[in-house]
């Protein structure tokens, strides 16, 4: 059973009442890769998923506390559209205490998941033909958001030489009359990289030469770093760039909140507005219990992170020394997030005991499917061929055996 892209074909009679912006969306891959791995597990097949990007730790008990107090006392009804006070505070603490961001109560925006908050700014923003600069490897989300949003997504390729990040230089040759947006992400889905201080300020000077730019900046993995480096946000580094700048975060990622579905942005009051005018006609307000877990959550201790990023640094270690024993495979070492982006270039042209050569990372993923039952994404779903990214926020015995698995089908290629 090969990765299946797209379900939706120009034959199907559906085709004729389908929006053209729904038409322009290619379905996420990591989605697809997730689903195909477990119709094989269905089968009876004993596959390691290494393709979803969430960590394996629970919520901590004090958020699960919380959120069970907030049923108790009926907090249970419609809130305000993006977010109650009591959240929107403890956000306005949270910037000021955890990044030097100072914001009031009407520059917060709280949504269904990170991933609505972005989406609604998007949508609050683009017109036809606005462009989006979208710095690859990216994660998968940003341009098809763009795109549904009626805008166009510029992708600015980051080799690894570049480790993956954006330059200053890149930056300037990217933007013309019709951008609207520069994304950053870091540190990043699906790479890992942190950009540093002096990352950020190299862009931070190219954008406040081009005045009509605004910065998404999205922050998910904030606190999941390793060995002291410095995690920066670039309304931090260059202020006059506040007012431009919408700042993006959220409890999924590093609370082990995934399905709680709170993300949370600062930014200007007018954009804040109008993100609160899309969600109002969608989804209205996140849910209510969800809100007072998170609450909890950036209210509370971080202290946790300490030895869960112990165990994911201990993981990524593991990880990378055996990906990079592996003839063939090559992958640098990321400064954050739970991601590893392995290049397979030196496997292409490579043939399997089936006589299939591996001509490109769709190909690998494929072949890890098949030979190894170990589900990766391709780098090619994130914009950067030949890569493939693996997820180490699984347990270590998994991780062990997914990487003994890699080892030996990739020893039979010739
Ligand atoms: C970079 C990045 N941003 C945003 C999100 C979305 O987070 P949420 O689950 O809060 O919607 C993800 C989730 O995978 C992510 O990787």
């Known amino acids: 059973m090969a990765l299946q892209s797209a379900q939706i074909c120009p034959q199907t009679p559906a085709i004729a009442n389908l929006s053209g912006r729904l038409l322009a969306v290619v379905p996420s891959a990591t989605i697809a890769i997730t689903r195909t791995a477990n119709e094989l597990r269905r089968q009876g097949r004993d596959i390691i998923g290494l393709s979803q990007g969430e960590p394996d730790f629970d919520t901590p008990d004090h958020v699960k506390q919380a959120a069970k107090a907030a049923i108790d006392r009926g907090a249970t009804k419609y809130t305000d559209v993006d977010g109650t006070p009591e959240l929107k505070a403890a956000v306005v603490s949270k910037f000021a205490r955890e990044n030097g961001l100072s914001y009031s109560t009407d520059q917060i925006s709280v949504g269904t998941g990170g991933k609505q908050v972005i989406f609604n700014a998007l949508l609050a923003t683009l017109n036809e033909g606005d462009e989006v600069i979208v710095p690859a490897p990216y994660w998968v989300s940003y341009p098809d958001m763009v795109r549904l949003a009626g805008g166009t997504p510029v992708t600015v390729t980051c080799g690894e030489d570049k480790a993956f990040k954006l330059t200053g230089a890149a930056l300037r040759t990217a933007i013309t009359p019709r951008t609207k947006w520069l994304i950053l992400n870091s540190p990043s889905n699906p790479t890992g990289s942190g950009y540093s201080r002096a990352d950020l300020r190299a862009i931070a000077d190219v954008l406040l030469e081009h005045p009509h730019v605004l910065v998404l900046t999205d922050d998910m993995y904030e606190h999941i770093r390793y060995e002291g480096w410095q995690f ?115 496997l292409l042209g490579r043939k399997t005991t089936n006589g299939k050569v591996i001509n490109n990372d769709l190909d690998f993923a494929n072949f890890l499917l098949e030979a190894a039952n170990v589900a990766v994404v391709p780098g090619s779903a994130f914009g950067l061929a030949p890569f493939f990214r693996i997820s180490f926020a699984t347990s270590t015995e998994k991780l062990r055996t997914a990487c003994k698995r890699i080892d030996q089908a990739c020893s039979t290629l010739r």
């Open 232 to 346: 920066v946000t670039v309304a931090q580094v260059e202020p006059l760039l506040a007012d431009r700048v919408l700042t993006c975060n959220g409890v999924s990622k590093v609370y082990a909140m995934t399905g709680w579905r709170i993300g949370y942005a600062g930014g200007p009051a007018w954009l804040i507005k109008a993100m609160a005018t899309i969600q109002s006609q969608s989804t209205t307000n996140p849910s209510s219990v969800s809100q007072a877990a998170a609450v909890a959550a950036l209210n509370g201790p971080l202290d946790f992170m300490t030895e869960r990023n112990r165990i994911f640094s201990e993981r990524r270690d593991l990880c990378l020394a055996a990906l990079n024993s592996i003839d063939g495979l090559s992958c640098r070492s990321p400064e954050g997030a739970f991601y590893l982006f392995p290049s397979c270039e030196g």
